[in-house]
Each structure stands twice: as structure tokens, then as C-alpha cells.
DNA sequence: CAAAAAAGAGAGCACTGCTCTTGCAATAGA
DNA sequence: TCTATTGCAAGAGCAGTGCTCTCTTTTTTG
């Protein structure tokens, strides 16, 4: 109250505690790029920061908590780079800007592997994650969500095939994530978002090795043929074009 | 060299040293379903075992060598299971053996959530596989191969597309994987392997929680959307039929 | 039958997450 | 401003971990 700013409302020792919890964060991090999340230790970042192991849980109360924190960073900052990447495209066709998103995702994949498998590896052992994480695990879907959108006001989108019996569960989940666009597509969505995890995933674990190389090539077309099953057409875009009669 | 028989060539000592292995694995499977793998102990294992924690090393030089045998057994599970669904619909055709193998190799992943994150979620913190992994992890991947190979013997495959630029690479992997696939399939093949394991993967870590219901029906769809994608058409399947002219 | 190899037991080292108590410093209320 | 409260870090300690080493017993082998 007697400090005039907003964003440093309370006393220095209040400051101080945004600020050490950065720093453990930060060199949780660091741990987590060098040695992945079963390596990370509370004593040893403890160590680094030239502290006893005792005095962190004043700030995180266990290390699964820390790791959560690191979580919805990790979520945070991909999805920051998929929504960057859709405004750096924003005068782009939403095809062009459905292909650059998924570029940004994998790039902040291929950059950040041990971040990326916190977030889409296997969950870390008997963890299972709070619902605080929610809000930021929706942001990279949002952004795929809006390219749609912004494609169906305009042109050069198709509804892709939904077969029967899957109308009903395709109502409810477009009534769930997006009213505005047609159960068909929300279906197609859904299956193009968990596919294009399988080949990021792929790629960043290794499952590739041996097998792809000219993975931005495989990648690039791979993320071409997911848009062409959510219905981002281009007029013409080779043999296979949707043609929904 | 010197005895006879294949199967139990050496003394008891040797045979024991066969069940005991069996037995640790076993122990260390059941450990692996109920707490994940960073909870694996090898002090627990050897304590159910009653058995004291130093005579496992006899065994298994690290606890890193115990998990590579858990993961070639669970690649080697997944794929029997893909290619016991083949067997079971030799009868069918291409597209539908397609589906069960899908189907079975879903069905593994659900019911060995760990085993499954073993092979296919983040590799464990700093531990590459090793290359004895190798031929049992490609089995799944033969099984899918061998359905196209049937099926281009026969009629009902479409080329899929593929871009100029992507061609060398193609045939690449062609050449290394199925030199009697045309290059076209064996790049979309791939790329539908991992989309599979996306989609597997998000619904084994709950990445469908909240999102999709109906995973049953929304599998089936989506598996049958992959093999459009690779070629297995029926001759009236929807809308977006492959059509290489 | 004796030498060699294999297996288990047990102690011990360095490390982990986490708890609890103790002393110190910053804050807030009178 | 003085004092009571609260927040924080330190240190010791517990139970658990992977792994190594030595020692004894048992089995195999020459």
C-alpha cells in the first residue's frame, strides 16, 4: 500500500519471495534441460542455489508440486509459441497458418525435449496432474480452434467425413469446445491435434532415429495432409482434394 | 558347445538361474503395473523376492539393464498382439485387418498403461535404449507393412500423395524398409504409425479426459481415416476418396 | 577330489525426499 | 517506537534408494 506500483504491491520481503521462486524455477529448469524430470532434485537445486534442501519447501511444498509449477510453465511457453506463431501469420491463408503453428510446436519440442516430455511423455510416475494445469494445456488447441474459425467465415474449407454413429459424441464435443464450428470438424480436429503429438513425439524421442531423416520435409507434409483432414483445403492442392459434394 | 539339447542344455544351476531371472522380472512387472517405472525399486523387487538387494546385481548389472528387458518384453507383447489381431483376420481384407491391428495394439496399450509408457512415453531420464531394443520394437511396425504388401497383390490401394520434394526421401526409406512398397505408401505408412501412437498415447495419458467420450467410436473413425491416408480405400468410402489420376 | 566359478548375505557409501526443531530477521499492531 | 507475531533459513535426522565390496556357502568343472 505505501509503495505506489501495482505490480510490487507488498513489502521488499514479499518481492523477495517472487524472486526466489523464480530462481528455484529457473534452476529446476535448468536441471530438467540437462538430466530430465526423474533426475531432478530438490537438494541439488537446493545446492546450486546455495541454500539448505530444508529452506525450498518454504516455496513448494514437494518436489511433485515444483514440478508442477514447471509443468504449466512448460505449457505456458508452448503455447505462447503457438499463438506467436499464428500472429506472425496473420495475414496468411488459414491453411499456411494451421502448417506454421504446428511448425512452432514442434520447433519448442525439438528445443525444449525434456520440458515438451513433462508435458506429453508418460506423466511422471503416480503423478497425476492437478486441474490448475487446465487453462494452460488448452492454449496451443485454442489457437487451432481460431484458425478454424477464422477459415470457416471465409472460404476453402471442407467438412470432413464423420460417420454416423459418431455424430452424436462429434455434437457434444463441438458443443463443448467450439458451438461455432460444425461437429465434423471439431471430430477432425480433435484427431489431427492428438496425431500431430504422435509425430512431434516421434521425432523428439527417437522413435525416428534410423528411420526419417529429412524430418522437416516428413514433417511439413505429414502437418500438409493432418489440414487436409480437418478440411483446410486449398483449391487445388494435388490428387486427393476434399470434394464435398 | 559340448551338451547336446537346445532347450535345457546346462545343469540345474543354469536352470535355476533361468527362473530366477524369469521371477525378478516378474516381480518387477507387477511393480511396474501398480507404481510406474520411477517407482521400480530394485530393493523392493528384492524384498519381495525375499531375497537380499546385492543378489539381484548377479542378475541384472544396473537397474537400468532390468527396465531394457521390461521394455523388450513390452515391445514384444504389443507386438504379438499385432500380429496374433493379423492372424485372427486373415480372412478379411487389407482395410479391416488394418483396423483390428489398430484395435489390438489400442487394446494392449489400455490395459498396460505402464508397460506401454515404457516404450512410447518419455524415454526414462537419460537412458537410451539400448540397441537390443531394436528388432523387437520393429515387429509392430512389420505387421503393418505386411497388410499393405498383401494388399498391393491385390486390388483396393490408391498411391497416396506425395510432394516432388519429399520423393528422395521416400524412396529412401523405401529402399530400407519395403523395397516392394512403393514409396508413396511406405512415406505415408509412416506417417501413420505415428499419428497411431498419438492417438494411442492421448488417451493412455489422459490427454482425452474431458475431451473425448466416446474413445471407442472415436478410435475406430480415426483408424479408419489413417488407412484412407495410406491407401487402403475401400471402393465407396465417403467423399475425400484418393483418386491418383 | 580339489580347484574354480557362481550365488547369496551383509555391511557400507553416497544420494534422495521430507520432517522437525531452533535461532534470526522482517513485519505489523499497540 | 517498542513489542509480539510471523516468515524464513539452517541443521539434524529418518527412511528410502542404487550400487559396491567382502565374505561364506554351494555347485560345477577339470
Not at 109 to 116: D, M
Not at 137 to 153: T, W
Request: proline share 7%; with cysteine; hydrophobic share 45%.
Amino acid at each position: 500500500m505505501s509503495t505506489a506500483a501495482s505490480s510490487t504491491p507488498k513489502g521488499a520481503r514479499a518481492r523477495a519471495r517472487i524472486e526466489v521462486t523464480a530462481a528455484i524455477k529457473e534452476q529446476a529448469r535448468r536441471q530438467l534441460a540437462a538430466d530430465g524430470a526423474a533426475k531432478l532434485s530438490l537438494r541439488a537445486v537446493a545446492r546450486d542455489l546455495g541454500v539448505v534442501s530444508s529452506a525450498l519447501y518454504r516455496y513448494f511444498p514437494s518436489r511433485d508440486d515444483l514440478l508442477t509449477a514447471l509443468i504449466i510453465d512448460a505449457y505456458n511457453a508452448v503455447g505462447e509459441s503457438a499463438e506467436t506463431a499464428r500472429d506472425e501469420h496473420a495475414d496468411a491463408g488459414p491453411r499456411d497458418r494451421w502448417t506454421a503453428v504446428c511448425e512452432a510446436v514442434r520447433q519448442w519440442a525439438l528445443t525444449h525435449p525434456h520440458e515438451y516430455a513433462l508435458i506429453h511423455g508418460s506423466p511422471v510416475p503416480g503423478y497425476t496432474a492437478p486441474e490448475t494445469t487446465i487453462p494452460a494445456a488448452a492454449r496451443v488447441g485454442q489457437v487451432f480452434i481460431g484458425i478454424l474459425r477464422d477459415a470457416h467465415q471465409g472460404l476453402g474449407v471442407a467438412k470432413p467425413p464423420l460417420p454416423a454413429d459418431l455424430r452424436p459424441e462429434a455434437e457434444r464435443m463441438a458443443a463443448d469446445f467450439a458451438p461455432d464450428l460444425p461437429p465434423e470438424t471439431v471430430a477432425a480436429l480433435i484427431a489431427a491435434w492428438a496425431q500431430l503429438y504422435g509425430l512431434i513425439g516421434f521425432e523428439v524421442f527417437g522413435q525416428f532415429n534410423r528411420v526419417v531423416e529429412d524430418r522437416d520435409r516428413f514433417f511439413r507434409h505429414a502437418v500438409s495432409q493432418l489440414a487436409h483432414g480437418v478440411g483446410l483445403v486449398y483449391p487445388q492442392t494435388g490428387p486427393t482434394a476434399a470434394a464435398p459434394r
